[in-house]
């Protein structure tokens, strides 16, 4: 089993950029975290982020026959990108929507997402322990269980 774990625009900067939401912890740690998550479950990770919005679209495309399914922060194009959501829908692989912080907490542009229809999940507010979460509730849901 592979599992894509795909970042979005400026999460190259977690544990630099305010902190104060995002934490401390760095994406390195976080994409170690999510493959030892699934190396503990027989599973393999890939990782991939981009500042760009087709390359993160590409990568989707590209990645769709390789992995089984995708643990997801979109950053800002949550909010924004119609095209994202119509590729996750297009690729017809499970993807869990996560966010570091609670977006619900946080401004009105934040509250909706334009990905969500088209996820199993969304975990947001957990902070790095989302990834967990979400990596564990792709594998359950891939495994067939409820
Ligand atoms: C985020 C929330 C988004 O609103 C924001 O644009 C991000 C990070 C999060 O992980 O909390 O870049 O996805």
């Known amino acids: 089993m592979y599992l894509l774990l795909a970042h979005g625009p400026n999460l190259n900067l977690l544990g630099e950029r305010k902190p104060e939401v995002y934490g401390t912890t760095t994406l ?24 760009h ?20 922060n979109a950053g800002a194009w949550t909010h924004t990108s119609v095209a994202l959501r119509d590729a996750i829908e297009a690729i017809q692989l499970p993807v869990v929507e996560v966010h570091l912080s609670n977006t619900h907490r946080r401004e009105a542009f934040r509250h909706r997402s334009l990905i969500a ?8 507010g957990l902070g790095r322990d989302g990834y967990r979460v979400a990596t564990n509730l792709l594998l359950d849901y891939l495994e067939g269980r409820p």
């Open 117 to 124: 229809g088209v996820c199993i999940g969304q975990v947001t």
């Open 28 to 51: 390195a740690d976080i994409e170690a975290e999510v493959a030892g998550v699934a190396n503990g479950r027989g599973a393999a990770v890939l990782c991939f982020q981009s500042n």
């Open 53 to 72: 919005e087709g390359a993160l679209i590409d990568a989707l495309h590209s990645y769709r026959r390789v992995v089984d399914g995708v643990v997801l």
